[in-house]
């Protein structure tokens, strides 16, 4: 049995091992050292860091940090980033768990960015027209990529302009 709860920096270790198993070995250093950075990073608000475990050990790690949007103080966005559970554990749903948990702890904000698969996250409703109108903070190597999800039931006119990440996101890499 398995149960997502907001990481520590106990975590440290099993969040680095999460993400080593799960990602090829070309990106897997990069992403674990950017789930870390996420981890230790302090923002306003705050840089949301989830991980699931099983028997005590990590097996599941999600981060949801901020992005501000130029000249719009009365707009709220976050963008999740990154996301793996060790291959012993896929196809048992907690990728899905911990997206899910996550997006339940962004109250108040209006909009979940995520640059990934859109058959993986659009089960979210996660999808490139809510994206269109925002700049992601870097040029994307695959914008199909690049998707949004509307959060919140607050009524607004939809937003648009360049998105700024936290620090740890802020490389072209990345992207």
């Known amino acids: 049995m398995s149960r997502i ?11 680095r091992a999460v993400h080593r198993a799960a990602f090829p070995e070309s990106e897997r250093e990069k992403i674990a050292g950017l789930a870390l950075a996420l981890l230790e990073w302090e923002s306003t608000p705050p840089t949301i860091s989830l991980v699931a475990e099983a028997g005590g050990e990590v097996i599941g790690h999600v981060a949801f940090s901020p992005v501000s949007l130029d000249h719009r103080e009365d707009w709220s966005g976050y963008i999740l980033a990154p996301l793996a559970v060790t291959p012993a554990h896929h196809g048992k749903g907690l990728g899905t768990a911990l997206v899910e948990s996550g997006i339940r702890q962004l109250a108040g904000a209006d909009v979940l960015f995520v640059y990934g698969d859109p058959d993986y996250y659009g089960r979210f409703g996660f999808d490139a027209a809510t ?22 039931s607050r009524r607004q006119a939809a937003a648009q302009g360049a998105l700024r990440c936290v620090e740890p996101l802020d490389d072209p890499a990345l992207w």
């Open 5 to 15: 709860r907001l990481a520590t920096p106990l975590d440290r270790h099993g969040i």
């Open 131 to 152: 994206a269109a109108t925002y700049q992601p903070p870097h040029v994307l190597e695959y914008p199909f990529g690049w998707q949004a999800l509307k959060l919140g």
